[in-house]
């Protein structure tokens, strides 16, 4: 019997047949539509609805877009140049470009100031995002971005951030020599050394100090104030939130009932009536003469406004641990501090990753909430200055859209981010 006989008759196999090709419709596009787009007879009609109307609202916008002017010194004169064609008037873009960035009154002679703040921006929360990637001594530039940004953005003379910056360190140093001792000693001891160091400094003679130009806050404005709003805001709610979510579960009553109060009350309350007592009535509670910046009364609303739904998101994190992981610290002879650091507050703030960040998406789209208490932020300086003029009067897709376009791009941005750090501290195996 030949060899070819025996293989074909044989009981194992001891060779492959060669791999066929697929059917066509099992492989590359076609597959994929099969599975996504048309896999059942509901989903189909679906899709083509869906097209239908892509379809209308694509060739309704693309010869609007395609066909816009961008070089004109008014909408008459985009009028003329379309000579009755559709198309859109985006030379109100490249005409006040940099009032819808800085705001009508920010020089322009230092433009350079705030665009280079908001390129450190992203070297400074660079370690702070991906931690895996970067240097940890990178975070020592992380802490000092604060006060560079605002020197660069505000100005004046360097030794105010400087004295800014020591007032910190030294409220670090007294906490870190009584936090063994007691917690609330070395935390409010911090706080007390803090204020004690920038009061003392406060009677130096600081200026002309390596001084830059001064920007009043009354002169900022455009997307610029936006940015500002919404990072400030955003980085200062988290740290309030998580207090007050400890601070709502704490077994001491004063404490306890002190925070259910300000969130119960914060989140009863909308926020353009913060913004409201921001702006009028905190006025009336400082001394007479006082100049209390109209920025900073701003930050501390929202800051407010934000910590107390971060607060409740936190606290949902918090309860959705087993009992278990609080017993854990106990055995292992943790105190309360050491407990939640290393164990509770790393996985709560994990569970509530998608609320932070519907939060912090939701802030920063509140602060065009600003415009209501004469603050030009990018929305303002739309409704106010350029519309208000007559050269611009009329123009309203391109500069809404506009606004929409980079508030889509920052919280987009935000939103992957958040996805990106879930499957980065995703623990299962699915």
Request: hydrophobic share 55%.
């Amino acid at each position: 019997m030949s060899d070819t006989h025996q293989q074909s008759i044989g009981y194992v196999r001891d060779s492959m047949l060669p791999e066929a090709t697929p059917p066509l419709g099992e492989v590359g596009a076609i597959r994929w539509m099969r599975a996504n787009l048309f896999s059942s007879i509901a989903n189909g009609a679906l899709t083509l609805a869906s097209l239908f109307v892509l379809y209308h609202l694509i060739s309704g916008v693309l010869p609007w877009a395609l066909n816009g002017v961008w070089d004109a010194p008014s909408i008459r004169a985009c009028r003329e140049i379309l000579d009755g064609n559709t198309g859109g008037c985006f030379a109100v873009l490249t005409e006040r470009w940099n009032q819808l960035l800085f705001g009508f009154q920010y020089p322009s002679e230092i433009y350079w100031r705030p665009t280079l703040a908001f390129v450190l921006l992203f070297v400074a929360i660079a370690p702070v995002l991906f931690r895996k990637v970067f240097p940890l001594r990178m975070l020592v530039f992380s802490a000092l971005y604060p006060f560079i940004a605002y020197y660069l953005i505000w100005g004046g003379s360097i030794l105010i951030p400087v004295f800014a910056l020591l007032g910190f360190v030294a409220g670090y140093l007294v906490y870190s020599r009584f936090v063994a001792q007691s917690f609330a000693a070395g935390f409010f001891g911090g706080i007390l050394a803090a204020f004690v160091f920038w009061y003392v400094t406060g009677f130096l003679p600081i200026e002309g100090v390596l001084a830059l130009q001064v920007v009043e806050s009354r002169n900022m404005g455009g997307f610029m104030l936006n940015l500002i709003l919404g990072t400030v805001c955003v980085s200062l709610s988290i740290p309030f939130g998580i207090a007050l979510a400890l601070g709502r579960q704490s077994d001491m009553p004063i404490i306890k009932w002190i925070c259910i109060l300000f969130i119960e009350f914060i989140r009863g309350v909308p926020l353009i009536t913060l913004l409201f007592v921001a702006n009028v009535v905190l006025a009336y509670f400082l001394p007479p003469g006082t100049n209390f910046d109209l920025i900073l009364r701003v930050i501390i609303m929202i800051t407010m406004f934000a910590s107390a739904y971060i607060a409740e998101v936190i606290r949902g994190g918090l309860a959705a641990l087993p009992k278990g992981q609080y017993e854990a610290g106990d055995s292992l002879g943790l105190d309360y501090a050491q407990s939640m650091r290393l164990i509770i507050l790393p996985q709560a703030l994990k569970i509530s990753i998608p609320g932070i960040v519907n939060v912090s998406v939701g802030l920063f789209k509140d602060t065009t909430l600003v415009s209501v208490i004469s603050m030009f932020d990018l929305v303002g300086m739309i409704r106010g200055p350029i519309l208000a003029s007559t050269d611009w009067n009329g123009v309203y897709w391109e500069l809404l859209g506009f606004a929409a376009v980079l508030f889509f791009i920052v919280c987009y941005g935000i939103s992957q981010y958040s996805q990106w750090l879930e499957r980065q501290l995703q623990t299962d195996h699915r």
